[in-house]
């Protein structure tokens, strides 16, 4: 298992920017595929952004293609989400996930998550 800390959310304008970071602990991070996850109120999660082990490899949902971009970098354990242009529908509480297994690609593959930031955009 690894041990995932988010943070970065907050209250932001429509319009405007916000930065997520998540630190993972232990030495094999680069092992994990990792991905961002949200639930806004009354709704299922749903998956925002993936990035395998290397970060060579992405995948949006169709809602955030061109305004969000899921990064990583493997010597400080950490994966990170940009966030422009946020419109009220991105407000979700966001969780940080990690997988081992080969199905990176596959939403379902997520096993280890952190405990959430809070995102609120403002009409």
């Known amino acids: 298992q690894v041990q995932l800390v988010e943070s970065g ?3 932001v304008q429509a319009g405007g920017s916000l930065r997520l970071s998540c630190a ?3 030495r094999t991070f680069s092992s994990y ?7 806004a109120p009354g709704k299922e999660r749903e ?3 993936l990035i395998s082990w290397s970060g060579g490899l992405t995948s949006y949902r169709d ?3 061109g305004r969000f ?19 009220p529908e991105d407000t979700a509480v966001y969780y940080c996930a990690a997988t081992q297994l080969s199905s990176w690609s596959n939403p379902k593959a997520y096993d280890d ?11």
């Open 9 to 11: 959310g907050g209250l």
């Open 24 to 26: 993972a602990s232990g």
């Open 33 to 39: 595929a990792m991905g961002w996850f949200r639930r």
């Open 47 to 49: 998956f925002v952004a």
């Open 63 to 65: 809602s955030v293609k």
């Open 69 to 87: 971009t899921i990064s990583r970098d493997n010597a400080k354990r950490t994966v990170y989400l940009q966030m422009n242009s946020l419109k």
């Open 113 to 123: 998550w952190g405990q959430g930031t809070q995102v609120t955009v403002s009409s």
